[in-house]
């Protein structure tokens, strides 16, 4: 079904907790996000950051509850539709053997690739200027999961991923943790600067 988000993700007494658990990891939370809005979730680990998001994301359903996008309740019917609208960055930015150019399209069907719009979305992540210094630029081969790379040069790659779909929300889940004080910041600053809802999941405050 058709979805349409134009002003405001609305969740509504929403309950979860996992099987295994006789606790709820999340209890009676009323939360909204408005379209365009910057979001950080605070906390420490295991007070469910993770499990929120992925009820924002429609990857989990909760156990009481609605998930609602411009009210309307997302259900089987519209997920995929909802899920369609939204990148994500996860905490391990898997990569593969290949260059970085295909590992930030994620798309081998190379002649159909504006390599602008891969310079564009590497230099919002802050990684650009570093694939220049390369002698094969963006054709440089990474490595088994990124094997010839930092941490944080993966971690930016798998944000370039991420803004090169161009889609409407980009969810981070502490998928800026590698990165350095000053990087994280010149990376914030240039994704507040994009018309997306950022949805974030941090432990720093």
């Not at 998001?53 to 359903?61: A, K, R, Y």
């Not at 094997?147 to 993966?154: A, D, I, K, N, T």
């Given at each position: 079904k058709d979805l349409k988000?134009?002003?405001?993700?609305?969740?509504?007494?929403?309950?979860?907790?996992y099987d295994r658990n006789n606790f709820e990891v999340i209890k009676s939370l009323d939360f909204e996000i408005k379209k365009g809005s910057s979001v950080a979730i605070i906390g420490k680990t295991g007070s469910g950051k993770t499990t929120l998001?992925?009820?924002?994301?429609?990857?989990?359903?909760p156990l009481e509850g609605n998930l609602e996008v411009d009210n309307h309740k997302i259900t089987d019917q519209n997920v995929k539709n909802w899920q369609n609208?939204?990148?994500h960055v996860p905490q391990e930015t898997f990569l593969?053997?290949?260059s970085i150019k295909n590992n930030i399209i994620f798309n081998f069907e190379n002649e159909k690739i504006d390599l602008i719009k891969i310079i564009e979305a590497a230099k919002?992540?802050?990684?650009?200027?570093?694939i220049e210094t390369l002698p094969d630029k963006y054709e440089t081969i990474v490595g088994e999961d990124g094997?010839?790379?930092?941490?944080?040069?993966?971690q930016r790659i798998g944000i370039a991923?991420?803004?090169?779909?161009?889609?409407?929300?980009?969810?981070?889940?502490?998928?800026?943790?590698?990165?350095?004080?000053?990087?994280?910041?010149?990376?914030?600053?240039?994704?507040?600067?994009?018309?997306?809802?950022?949805?974030?999941?941090?432990?720093?405050i």
């Open positions: 988000f134009n002003n405001l993700i609305k969740l509504k007494k929403i309950s979860f907790k998001l992925d009820i924002i994301m429609g990857l989990l359903i609208k939204i990148s593969f053997d290949n919002l992540a802050e990684i650009h200027d570093f094997v010839f790379l930092s941490g944080g040069q993966r991923r991420a803004l090169f779909k161009n889609r409407e929300i980009l969810t981070l889940d502490e998928a800026t943790n590698a990165l350095d004080t000053l990087t994280e910041k010149r990376i914030l600053n240039n994704l507040s600067k994009k018309n997306i809802t950022i949805i974030q999941i941090t432990h720093k």
